[in-house]
């Protein structure tokens, strides 16, 4: 059964450094999604990405955030400059129909930890 | 502001009891409603949505307009049920809520 798959699964970082986190989505998916949850909190909604740009993005996704699709299969999401607050599990989704199916397909996260 | 509230951080009950995770949202217009959950050491994965009502490992849920509400239930529980819960409306409006989480549950089922 195809699945998401992310990399790295645990990153630990100095705080100010550049961190890029890799995600392949299942491969006939279209809309690709990444997501957060810092530990002990909700899971938060960060940015969507469809037919090569972001379709929608949260608050938290600042300047200090970008995602690219830099080939037919990879997405990634790009920290310039980490903070200690941006220590939490991260995890790309993916589906094939968009917000309104409702379903996305999740991958098992990468844990970032900025010291 | 739109929101959605599973008011139970933990819930613990026995083999064979019946299960009811609350889940409240406020949001404007008519939001669609969905469970994912995460077992153990696996990936967040859908559960069921209201739009299809259908039961899915013994699971419900029914939306309730009126209280807001989207309790997920199921009559008699089973240890493998044991996981985070998490309700997830979607707001078919679109804007940058797109499908959001509530802070989940984790379920506990005692032997």
């Known amino acids: 059964e195809p699945e998401v798959t992310q990399t790295p699964s645990h990153q630990v970082t100095q705080m100010g450094q550049e961190v890029i986190l890799r995600c392949v989505p299942i491969s006939n998916h279209l809309y690709f999604y990444w997501y957060r949850q810092i530990l002990g909190q909700k899971v938060e909604f960060l940015v969507s990405?469809?037919?090569?740009?972001?379709?929608?993005k949260s608050e938290i996704f600042d300047d200090q955030f970008s995602v690219e699709r830099p080939d037919g299969s990879n997405f990634t999401l790009k920290i310039r400059s980490t903070k200690l607050e941006d220590s939490a599990m991260y995890f790309c989704a993916s589906s094939d129909s968009g917000w309104t199916s409702g379903e996305l397909f999740f991958g098992e996260g990468s844990r970032l930890t900025v010291l | 502001a739109q929101r959605v509230t599973q008011p139970e951080k933990l819930l613990s009950v026995f083999k064979g009891a019946p299960v009811e995770l609350k889940c409240n949202y406020s949001?404007?217009?008519?939001?669609?409603l969905f469970w994912y959950v995460q077992y153990s050491r696996q990936r967040l994965q859908l559960l069921l949505r209201?739009?299809s009502r259908e039961s899915i490992k013994g699971f419900t849920a029914d939306l309730n307009k009126g209280e807001t509400s989207f309790h997920l239930k199921k009559p008699f529980a089973q240890e493998e049920d044991s996981a985070m819960y998490y309700c997830a409306p979607f707001n078919s409006g679109g804007g940058a809520d797109g499908l959001t989480f509530g802070k989940g549950t984790h379920l506990i089922i005692q032997p």
């Open positions: 209201h739009i």
């Open positions: 990405f469809y037919n090569n740009e972001i379709s929608e």
């Open positions: 949001y404007s217009g008519s939001p669609e």
